[in-house]
């Protein structure tokens, strides 16, 4: 379903990170996710760098569909009614974080900045990039566009599909990575 800022919008739930502001959205039947950063003035370059993250991680299908909300759509579920949003589709499988009795638990796709880098981070992800095809193109994309913020959290797994799934890309382009 594509949003155009007419349709109904119904809040369904929410929390804070320690980062953003999410809501659970449901547009035209459809759940969504409904993310503003917390700091203000963070808000606008998260935005942007979300969208084109996700923008590029789709057509590797690897993530789910990420739209801006602009500034002047008063969509519920802003903290910040004058700032825009991002609108998430919501990916299918479970938190990698959450998948105690898989080696996929185990995974460390971090990425790490120059001053930081040592062998044992390097021989981790080569090993790492081996347990799955779609790994090494996540790997691949985070090297790209300089995501330091593949943690566990930031990663899902589906079963059913046997896929793997990146959220939460809007620190990209923030440091200096091997």
């Excluded at 155009?4 to 999410?22: H, L, M, P």
């Excluded at 969504?32 to 789709?58: F, G």
């Amino acid at each position: 379903n594509k949003y155009t800022g007419k349709e109904q919008v119904i809040v369904d739930g929410g929390f804070e990170s320690k980062n953003a502001f999410i809501n659970y959205v449901i547009i035209a039947g459809q759940r969504y996710i409904l993310k503003q950063k917390k700091d203000i003035s963070k808000i606008v370059s998260a935005v942007m760098r979300d969208t084109l993250a996700a923008s590029i991680a789709k057509d590797l299908a690897i993530a789910n569909l990420v739209k801006i909300v602009s500034a002047e759509d008063p969509i519920p579920g802003k903290k910040y009614p004058d700032h825009p949003a991002t609108l998430h589709t919501i990916v299918p499988g479970i938190c990698v974080r959450q998948l105690v009795d898989s080696k996929y638990c185990q995974l460390s796709l971090q990425q790490i900045s120059f001053s930081k880098l040592n062998d044992t981070w390097l021989n981790d992800i080569i090993v790492q990039m081996t347990w799955h095809e779609q790994l090494l193109i996540i790997i691949a994309l985070d090297l790209f566009i300089c995501n330091t913020d593949r943690h566990r959290g930031n990663l899902f797994y589906d079963e059913i599909t046997d896929s793997f799934y990146a959220i939460d890309m809007d620190n990209i382009y923030r440091k200096n990575m091997p």
